[in-house]
């Protein structure tokens, strides 16, 4: 991933402060991919528009900047998993982060679950997800902690509340502001 970073967002890079010094990164998994990341096929190299959705721009006319590679001239494709049946799962800097995800959660005493419904759809993070808890170290001394924040005020419904507290057992929601 080109450009600095505040968190760990399951890659391999090395981040460094101001001053030249080594920082500790936060664990942050977008498993979906995220719209201010663009990937650039030739160069497999992912560039972080910070700020800026810039999978959106890809497809206006008037900003060519954030279409193409500044590098190798190729044009960027979006880094997303939409949320349907079909998806693609073959990009590997993805399967990165979902590898590094759940070797975080295997290891984990707290995972906090932001913006995510658990959509039926999503059967293969799922899954990810749920053979890491299965093998979390934590979870039979009972100190693995499920935290999940929503939007406030998002109409989370009973039926994402269900799909959690049956996949997780025990789990806290709370609408919170992100």
């Given amino acids: 991933m080109r450009g600095l970073l505040d968190q760990d967002n399951g890659f ?3 981040a460094i402060d101001d001053y030249g010094k080594d920082i500790v990164l936060t664990p942050l998994y977008k498993l979906h991919g995220s719209a201010n990341w663009l990937y650039c096929p030739t160069c497999n190299a992912i560039d972080l528009t ?9 497809y206006k006319e008037n900003l060519d900047i954030l279409k193409i590679c500044h590098i190798c001239k190729t044009k960027y494709e979006p880094l997303l ?3 349907s049946m079909i998806k693609r799962y073959d ?13 975080s959660i295997r290891k984990a005493h707290r995972l906090v679950i932001i913006g995510y419904s658990l959509s039926n759809a999503d059967y293969y993070i799922k899954y ?3 053979r890491a808890v299965a093998l979390n170290q934590n979870k039979n001394d009972g100190q693995l902690k499920v935290l999940v924040v929503t939007r406030q005020n998002s109409g989370l419904g009973d039926e ?4 959690y507290h049956r996949f997780f057992g025990e789990s806290r929601l709370l609408p919170r502001r992100f």
């Fill in 81 to 83: 998993i939409t949320p």
């Fill in 160 to 163: 994402t509340e269900e799909r």
């Fill in 91 to 103: 990009n590997h800097f993805l399967r990165q982060i979902w590898s590094s995800a759940e070797e």
């Fill in 128 to 130: 990810i997800i749920n």
């Fill in 50 to 58: 910070e700020g800026i959705k810039a999978a959106y721009y890809i």
């Fill in 12 to 14: 391999t890079f090395k």
